[in-house]
């Protein structure tokens, strides 16, 4: 994800502002930290020009 942010030349808080949520999550999300909820992953991927697969972990079985 903050490669995508980075090419969008948008910062953690700015990117926050734009899908609504707190700048601690954008940190979170790209740190593995927080799952991105499928309906953030939607708007992720449409302010980053991108899909929401992207944004999305998928869980090792």
Same mark, same amino acid.
């Given at each position: 994800m903050r490669g995508a942010r980075l &090419?969008?030349?948008?910062t953690q808080? &700015?990117?926050a502002?734009?899908?609504g949520v707190p700048q601690s999550h954008i940190s979170e999300y790209e740190k593995s930290k927080r799952k991105v909820p499928p309906a953030k992953a939607e708007e992720l991927a449409a302010v980053?020009?991108?899909?929401a697969g992207h944004f999305q972990r998928r869980d090792s079985i």
């Open positions: &090419r969008a030349g948008l808080s &700015r990117l502002e734009k899908i980053l020009h991108t899909v």
